[in-house]
């Protein structure tokens, strides 16, 4: 029997080593490729993200501007509301004071019967001046001396009229009679002047002078007034403040008479001041003019409730006439 030889089996012939470097070979080239690629891929990715930090801190200082114009702008927006806070609550204690006021005027005594008999019957309290214009003769009535609790001494008058539409179709024959009743209580007078609410002349040949105390200049102021239209922006300002301005004199005692209905606009507190500051009080407190008003209830049938112009100039003529020593009435018929 003969005996099979065994081979011996060597598994580190020349086909396992070949393989075995390939594949070293082949991993070694992956590592080299990458390692070659890696610098320049993370060159492109610093790049690009340089870029985009860039834009977002460009972006950044555009929302922090936008922000603090937002800011700005919301700071100026609240100090206008708090500013139209304090002129509400301001115009609401107005309206309030008014409302106080006007309710007190309506249940005085009828004002329409006020103004007629005081009117008619009040004289001046006679200086030694007015004493020598009315004659030696002239007795006054042993009624009220005074209108409105106020005494009527004023050498020179003057009126203010409102010529507004709604005065002119609504009570001007109501006017003329109150005009008319105001020249009767005073019998003579140095001088008259006549101006609408803006401040103009009823005669330019009288205009910054004193029309002279006639009969006929006294009948033609009534004529004249009758058919009286200047433009008028319906409030009395302009008017007082430039019969003070050119009027007002130490040596004459003056009245204001002043006919309207409403008072549209403007600061009911700047128009108290500046006619204060023209018609200064002299040592002894008193004022050279005095400021009788007149306010007639033509906007009162227009609508419910109080109107607020007619407010409003109820309380500027009110307390104009308490700081220059003459007197207010408010009237309850157009008529």
């Known amino acids: ?49 340089s870029g985009l930090v860039a834009q977002l801190e460009a972006e950044v200082h555009e929302i922090k501007g936008e922000t603090t114009v937002l800011n700005r702008d919301l700071t100026t927006r609240q100090e206008q509301l708090s500013v139209q806070r304090e002129k509400l609550a301001r115009l609401q204690g107005d309206i309030s004071s008014i409302r ?58 003057i009126f203010i009229i409102d010529t507004s539409g709604s005065m002119q179709q609504n009570t001007w024959p109501l006017v003329l009679k109150k005009v008319t009743e105001v020249l009767d209580i005073y019998p003579r007078v140095k001088g008259i002047q006549v101006m609408n609410d803006m401040g103009d002349y009823m005669f330019s040949q009288y205009k910054g002078k004193w029309i002279p105390d006639t009969p006929a200049r006294r009948k033609a102021i009534i004529t004249r007034l009758s058919g009286w239209q200047p433009f008028s922006n319906s409030s009395p300002v302009e008017g007082i403040e430039a019969a003070i301005r050119r009027f007002h004199a130490q040596d004459k005692r003056i009245s204001l008479y002043v006919f309207g209905d409403d008072f549209a606009r403007g600061s009911i507190e700047t128009v108290v001041n500046t006619v204060a500051r023209l018609n200064r009080a002299d040592k002894s ?51």
């Open 1 to 49: 029997m003969s005996r099979r030889t065994r081979r011996s089996i060597d598994i580190f012939n020349l086909s396992f080593l070949d393989v075995v470097s390939c594949g070293f070979g082949a991993i070694i080239l992956l590592l080299v490729i990458v390692k070659v690629s890696e610098p320049h891929v993370i060159e492109q990715l610093a790049v690009d993200l």
């Open 285 to 335: 407190g008193r004022r050279r003019v005095r400021i009788h008003t007149v306010g007639f209830p033509v906007l009162f049938g227009t609508g419910s409730g109080i109107p607020v112009n007619a407010m409003r100039y109820a309380a500027l003529m009110r307390k104009l006439a308490e700081t220059n020593g003459g007197s207010f009435v408010g009237l309850n018929s157009t008529r």
């Open 100 to 157: 106080g006021q006007y309710a007190t005027t309506r249940n005085e005594h009828d004002t329409q019967t006020i103004i007629k008999d005081q009117l008619a019957s009040a004289k001046q309290d006679l200086t030694e001046e007015m004493r020598r214009l009315l004659g030696s003769g002239y007795q006054r009535k042993k009624l009220a001396a005074t209108i409105g609790g106020v005494p009527v001494d004023s050498e020179y008058i």
